[in-house]
């Protein structure tokens, strides 16, 4: 029994066989109960040296490779097989910085148009894993002893065409971090996914150190930074050709500038926020009421970004009074009614302030739950009368051109002047009400229900706004309504109802007694349990949309525009959301969307961007990642012009350290989250690209950056 069990120990410390295939006698000392092989200290089993190698075949036959420890032989391989394989060797012991170790290839041959030749991808042990190239090893050339002699020695190489001996000075182990800090990194890395438009290098590291909750109020403090507005104005001081009109006014400008800003922002939390909100509070620039109103568009976005973290009260009357939005959606130059005309104030903005901005279509529960009647059907927030009586709301509101200029032929025609010499910026400023153009009816909401609210008959158009986006504010609605799709836009698409029902909370008490306190919303979404643990299988998790991919694209490779204009335009059309373009006021796609014939589907989940999922557009972005992986996207007229840095990476490449790349990547694009398969994908997908040159360390990176970017892997945020 002793003599068994010693006989396991040894094997189990020596990898379970002897080096060189000789059998290796293990005597005991006992004591008392214990058995404990001589001269050798149990301290764990020693990590095999495990080699990942490919061949090419000449007749069936591929390379034979012999792999010698300080000139002892481990073993011999016949690799008859084309793909990359793992081939363990056993050693005595973890291997010291300086060891010598050598792998032979030495049945070269040629025929038939085959050549049999010897591919290493890596070689590696415990933390250490490397591809071997000039920085750590040698070629030895020639057959039998020549391939020791030392006499026709080359730069090393991971590819054997020739006889000879790869001789490798192992180097020292790559230590990985210990988990406590892995996973502090991970959990930064998710965070900024989430509340971001992705990480810059190093960031990851900074936030793991400072904390996830410090990060987020440090952002919060942080003023605007998006000047939307400037950007355009910029266009028009360089002269008429670039105003409105002129040959080079161009508004789709503006999303040159959303990359550039949502690429370099020092308020990223903000950013992606009021990015989240656009898509909540939609103005599309596919509308042609608003060619010929950048600036006004501008201002749009600069006050999405300026009210991102403030009251919810205020920023559903600036956008309200926008004079974009009052474009968008037809309230502006809104004519009261006229009963001899038949003519009634349109209903198009009051509709999808109810339906879209605020309320929704259904009562629901503080969790999101709808609410249900008797007969268990859906309990509607509103009818038609609700409408027309908030279309009366917003009657007579014009541009904000002087007082002495509010006429109702100024309503009705009057539009801005863009001209250099008679600008009055007047598309900058919140919509006016014109005298005797409001509606002087009295309009009752709700009627019939708790939150019933009858606005009296003669009032102005300041206290009829007044008092319809009080009572609207204060609907047990809006918390869950607006909560769950800010949780749907940072962080996962189908939140539970506890997870709604927490933010709903907050929506309602910041803790201060401040209702719509849209900053602290935010953080509680964020630091959120759901929010901060990782989702188990099929639950948790959102696809990530185009433009979110793109974005964290650019930031975690620090991608620059040689035009300094970040020209990215039709190349995002065929994936369905090209940045201000928005087909309709539903936005790119819908919050409650439940994929059909999907498992997500059967469980009535609702996964929004799968509304984006097609053919086309999954061969588009297989396409972009082609693209972004090498030369970049838009164009300056001759080549692309914004292109990603990759020569951090190329250098870790050019040490051999394939895995070194892989963890950048799995930390910078996948928060951690990479599958065991895909890495082992883009490590053989680097080790297949030939040769040890800068070019081609730097191609082994963007064949790495290709296969990442397209994977499924990475269009899912963890």
Do not use: C
Request: net charge neutral; glycine share 10%.
């Amino acid at each position: 029994m002793k003599t068994s069990l010693a006989l396991l120990i040894g094997a189990l410390l020596l990898g379970g066989a002897a080096a060189g295939g000789r059998a290796q006698q293990i005597t005991t000392l006992s004591t008392g109960s214990s058995l404990v092989p001589q001269g050798i200290t149990l301290l764990s089993r020693t990590p095999q040296l495990v080699l990942r190698v490919r061949g090419s075949l000449v007749r069936g036959v591929g390379p034979r490779m012999t792999v010698r420890l300080n000139g002892q032989p481990l073993g011999t391989v016949a690799v008859d097989h084309t793909d990359w394989r793992d081939h363990a060797f056993t050693v005595p012991a973890l291997l010291a910085s300086g060891t010598t170790l050598e792998i032979v290839f030495d049945n070269d041959a040629a025929a038939g148009g085959e050549d049999r030749n010897l591919f290493i991808a890596s070689v590696g042990q415990g933390s250490t894993r490397f591809q071997p190239g000039p920085l750590q090893s040698v070629y030895d050339r020639g057959a039998g002893a020549r391939a020791f002699d030392g006499r026709e020695v080359s730069a090393g190489r991971s590819d054997l065409p020739w006889d000879g001996a790869l001789r490798i000075t192992w180097p020292e182990s790559l230590t990985p971090l210990a988990t406590t800090a892995r996973l502090q990194r991970q959990q930064a890395a998710r965070l900024l996914q989430q509340a971001s438009f992705g990480a810059l290098p190093g960031e990851i590291e900074q936030l793991a150190v400072t904390g996830l909750p410090a990060w987020i109020d440090r952002q919060l403090a942080l003023p605007a930074s998006a000047d939307f507005v400037g950007a355009v104005q910029a266009r028009y001081d360089l002269g008429p050709e670039h105003r409105p009109r002129g040959a080079q006014y161009h508004p789709h400008q503006i999303g040159h500038h959303f990359w550039r800003h949502a690429s370099q922002a020092p308020d990223q939390l903000r950013a992606r926020t009021a990015f989240a909100l656009h898509q909540i509070f939609m103005v599309s620039q596919h509308d042609d009421s608003l060619w010929l109103h950048a600036r006004a568009y501008a201002s749009y976005l600069d006050l999405l970004n300026r009210q991102a973290f403030g009251n919810f009260r205020d920023l559903i009357e600036e956008i309200a009074l926008s004079p974009a939005m009052g474009l968008y959606l037809s309230h502006m130059r809104n004519q009261k009614e006229d009963p001899t005309r038949g003519r009634l104030p349109d209903e198009n903005f009051a509709r999808e302030l109810m339906q879209l901005f605020t309320i929704g279509l259904h009562e629901l529960r503080p969790d999101g739950s709808v609410v249900t009647d008797a007969s268990g059907r859906p309990v509607e927030t509103y009818g038609n009368a609700d409408v027309m009586a908030l279309a009366r709301v917003f009657t007579g509101y014009g541009w904000a051109f002087p007082d002495s200029e509010l006429t109702e032929a100024k309503l009705r025609a009057g539009w801005p002047d863009y001209s250099a010499d008679g600008d009055r910026r007047i598309d900058l400023q919140r919509m006016k009400a014109y005298p005797g153009q409001h509606s002087p009816l009295e309009k009752r909401l709700f009627t019939g229900k708790p939150w019933e609210r009858s606005i009296a008959a003669g009032g102005s158009a300041a206290s009829d706004l007044k008092i319809a986006l009080d009572t609207l504010f204060n609907h047990p609605n809006v918390g869950p309504f607006i909560g769950r799709q800010l949780i749907q836009r940072l962080v996962r698409s189908d939140p539970s109802p506890a997870y709604v029902g927490r933010i709903s909370a907050v929506f309602a008490n910041n803790g201060r007694g401040v209702r719509g306190d849209l900053g602290a919303v935010v953080r509680a979404i964020l630091l959120d349990p759901e929010a901060r643990s990782l989702p188990t299988a099929g639950t948790g998790h959102k696809l990530r949309e185009p433009v979110l991919r793109v974005t964290q694209w650019m930031r975690a490779f620090e991608a620059r525009s040689q035009t300094g204009q970040f020209r990215i335009d039709t190349e995002m059309d065929a994936t369905g959301q090209r940045v201000m373009m928005s087909p309709s006021v539903f936005g790119y796609f819908r919050p409650g969307h439940v994929p059909a014939g999907t498992a997500m589907g059967a469980q009535s989940r609702t996964l929004p961007e799968f509304q984006l999922v097609s053919e086309t557009s999954i061969a588009t972005w297989a396409n972009l990642a082609l693209r972004m992986s090498g030369a970049g996207l838009g164009w300056t007229g001759s080549s692309a012009d914004v292109s990603a840095r990759y020569d951090a990476l190329a250098e870790l490449a050019g040490r051999g350290d394939l895995e070194g790349v892989v963890d950048q990547l799995d930390l910078r694009l996948f928060a951690g989250g990479m599958s065991a398969g895909l890495r082992q994908t883009l490590i053989d997908t680097m080790a297949d690209v030939r040769g040890h040159d800068a070019t081609s360390h730097l191609n082994r990176v963007r064949a790495a950056v290709l296969f990442a970017l397209a994977s499924h892997e990475y269009l899912i945020q963890r």
